[in-house]
């Protein structure tokens, strides 16, 4: 029999550009998302925000919705069921008068429309007890400390070498400072829970838009004390995430509480000027770097410090200052992170945390260095190429930066790059290029998968995974196809279900390694037993099942990492501070590429908000009100298709033995990685003037011109 570990690739199957299998399904309207299940009697609930930026509840008026037709009740902290406290605080809604910042959920008007329940909602009368409130992150802020972990595990703190003497000799020093707002995550389906208690057989069926059903029945079996196999949660098409549905969120929790309590199937769909206040977003950072070097541009010294913000509610530290642990060869390293707990909304996971935010700010760093030894930003990062991790000493399972950037340059004729800053224009328009490196780590979490073979000569590959929009279905088809040897037309997949085996969320750029790794050992143990059958299969079919557990967690021993280059050309308008991106391409390494459509797709889409991230994503916190200014896409500016230019994305052929059956790495995040800086580089190439703050918004670029 064939072992199900193997790291041996077969077949033509993975990598062809296959459609998603989904996709008529989705443009005919005929997949269903959360909100879309019309459950018998079903309800429909909103919830009400605190107009306040800290304080306690002190009265709840809900007489005057009740009055409204059509509403069934209004739940809460005095009425509402109670749950067992969560792992996760944000998840402990109406339990309590405390309100820990503004747009906390302090009650819930279940109703029979969506109509009447929003009514309701809007009449119900809270008075609060306010307390001072602090939401305004600095450096210096005084209650700022250096946590033990960031994000992910990493510790807050890492260091080697002498950093403070390496950075006071060298002849070239580069000490800077950066600015990211923060951001929000903005899917197009906002988040939304459908909840039915079957009370008398005690089970509970939550439809749901989650990043991973299998944590959603995890977490409410232990909020409402239910065993896990009474609880099943379909997430069957999810409209995107970006990390803000990677675990439960309030409505979730609401929609079930509100089932509970009146005996009906319950609705809970966000607003989307919600979102903001309730479901995470990335948290604003602001970065310190400095860069010691030779007078040729050589590394002696990196120091990143980052700082930002996180909630009372929960700890949640932006691991931004990890990818100088990476990147480049230094002897001295020294990277930090600060955190300051202030009176705001709980962040959380947004596309690359961390990885997004962090390698702006040093890859911004790495072009100022570069234009003060003189060197051409493509060579500088050549020149600083380091032979392992500079933060562990780890061996690179593989590394090909450099290929990309060589690749990239090739494709984007940066030979012809103007080496000194503010050279080139077109009537009012000043003209620029700009290059930043990528990383992304490759994660990977255990999984089990089911395979079966039918008597119809079909198989059907069962496993836990959500399609949040990239095409999961399609590419498990294919890594079953690649395993068991047949065309893909005869696998089918079944997902988006806790009833089905179980499987991790989908984040972190881990979903296929996971979920995939699973699916193959289940399939080629189905194709030893098949080979090794003989007459007709029974009626009820074959099926093989596996668990990686052991084997995807294993530490293999390397530094595990995906890499990529990006290059861009923009236009400045020196009337009216505009920026434009005329081009924008990407080359990137990141082992096998599964599905070339699908690739491609993941790319350009995450380029997109690396382009939105530089010049028009922003919010800000205001002092006064301790709110998020901008929390709709009226505010907020997502790119439209007049910001996006000719976008292309290109990788190049990578081998690594160290990864996963299918040889892949993660491809949903590494798109947006180093798109802002190499937009930000583009604008200094052109203007000659350093912008060290986010978005680059026509404001801003016009104040610098001037």
């Known amino acids: 029999m064939p072992q199900e570990d193997t790291m041996a690739r077969t077949g033509p ?30 309800a429909h609930a909103w919830p009400v925000p605190a107009t306040v930026a800290r304080g306690r509840v002190t009265a709840i008026d809900t007489a005057a919705a009740r009055e409204v037709p059509g509403v069934l009740d209004v739940l809460t902290h005095e009425n509402a069921p109670r749950i067992a406290e ?178 009906r199937a319950v609705t809970v769909s966000l607003p989307r000027g919600y979102l903001a ?141 103007a080496p000194r800053p503010h050279a080139r224009s077109e009537g009012l328009l000043l003209v620029g290029t700009g290059v930043a490196a990528a990383t992304y780590p490759v994660l990977v979490s255990p999984s089990t998968a089911a395979a079966h073979a039918l008597p119809d000569g079909t198989f059907l590959v069962r496993v836990n995974a959500t399609d949040i929009g990239t095409g999961a279905r399609t590419v498990l088809a294919q890594v079953a196809a690649d395993a068991l040897g047949v065309p893909l037309e005869r696998v089918r997949t079944e997902i988006g279900s806790s009833d089905l085996p179980a499987a991790p969320l989908a984040g972190g750029s881990s979903g296929t390694a996971s979920w995939g790794w699973a699916v193959h050992a289940a399939c080629v143990r189905l194709a030893g037993r098949l080979a090794g059958h003989t007459g007709p299969l029974p009626a009820t079919g074959l099926v093989e099942r596996a668990d990686t557990t052991g084997r995807a967690d294993a530490d293999r021993g390397y530094a595990r990492h995906a890499f990529g280059a990006h290059f861009a050309e923009v236009t400045v308008d020196t009337v009216t501070g505009e920026v434009r991106v005329r081009r924008l391409l990407g080359v990137y390494a990141a082992g096998r590429i599964l599905n070339a459509r699908t690739a491609r797709s993941q790319f350009v889409g995450a380029m997109t908000m690396g382009l939105g991230m530089a010049l028009t994503e922003g919010s800000t916190m205001d002092a006064a009100f301790g709110d998020f200014t901008e929390s709709d896409l009226a505010s907020y500016h997502v790119p439209a298709h007049a910001d996006v230019p000719d976008i292309e994305a290109h990788w190049i052929e990578e081998d690594d033995p160290h990864l996963n059956p299918m040889g892949s790495k993660g491809i949903g995040e590494i798109g947006i990685v180093g798109t802002a800086a190499a937009i930000g580089n583009a604008v200094h190439h052109a203007t000659g003037i350093r912008f060290r703050e986010l978005p680059l918004t026509p404001d801003r670029v016009l104040a610098g011109l001037a």
């Open 13 to 42: 199957a993975l990598g062809a550009p296959a459609e998603r299998r989904e996709g008529r399904d989705k443009v005919t309207g005929r997949a269903r998302y959360a909100a879309e299940y019309p459950l018998p009697g079903r």
């Open 86 to 263: 969560p792992e996760d605080a944000t998840l402990a809604v109406l339990q309590n008068p405390r309100v820990p910042h503004r747009g906390w959920f302090v009650a819930l008007v279940v109703a029979d429309t969506l109509e009447a329940a929003r009514a309701g909602a809007r009449a119900v009368l809270v008075t609060y007890d306010t307390e001072e409130h602090d939401v305004t992150l600095r450096p210096d802020h005084p209650g700022a400390y250096e946590p033990q972990e960031a994000n992910g595990g990493h510790p807050g703190r890492t260091e080697h070498g002498h950093p403070d003497g390496a950075f006071a000799a060298a002849p070239v020093r580069v000490d800077t400072e950066y600015r990211v707002p923060p951001l929000h995550n903005h899917p197009m389906e906002p988040h939304a829970s459908t909840a039915h208690w079957d009370r008398a057989r005690d089970r509970l069926t939550v439809y749901a838009s989650s990043q991973g059903g299998s944590t959603v029945r995890s977490v409410l079996a232990g909020l409402f004390g239910l065993p896990e196999d009474h609880v099943t949660v379909v997430a069957e098409h999810v409209g995107g995430g970006f990390g803000s549905k990677g675990t439960p969120r309030p409505d979730v929790v609401l929609a079930t509480m509100a089932a509970r309590h009146t005996g």
């Open 277 to 417: 206040a309730v479901v995470g977003h990335r948290a604003p950072t602001v970065h310190r770097l400095r860069l010691g070097a030779t007078a040729d541009g050589r590394l002696t010294t990196v120091e990143h410090e980052v700082t930002t913000h996180t909630s009372r509610v929960r700890e949640f530290v932006e691991q931004a200052a990890v990818p100088a642990r990476v990147m480049y060869a230094a002897p001295h390293l020294r990277t930090v992170h600060r955190v300051v707990p202030l009176d705001v909304p709980s962040p959380s996971w947004m596309r690359a945390p961390g990885e997004a935010p962090g390698m702006y700010a040093l890859e911004s760093a790495m072009d100022e260095l570069a234009c003060a030894v003189g060197e051409d930003p493509v060579e500088l990062r050549i020149l600083n190429e380091p032979d392992s991790e500079p933060g562990s000493g780890r061996p690179f399972s593989s590394r090909h930066l450099v290929e990309c950037l060589r690749e990239g340059a090739r494709r984007f004729d940066w030979a012809h790059h």
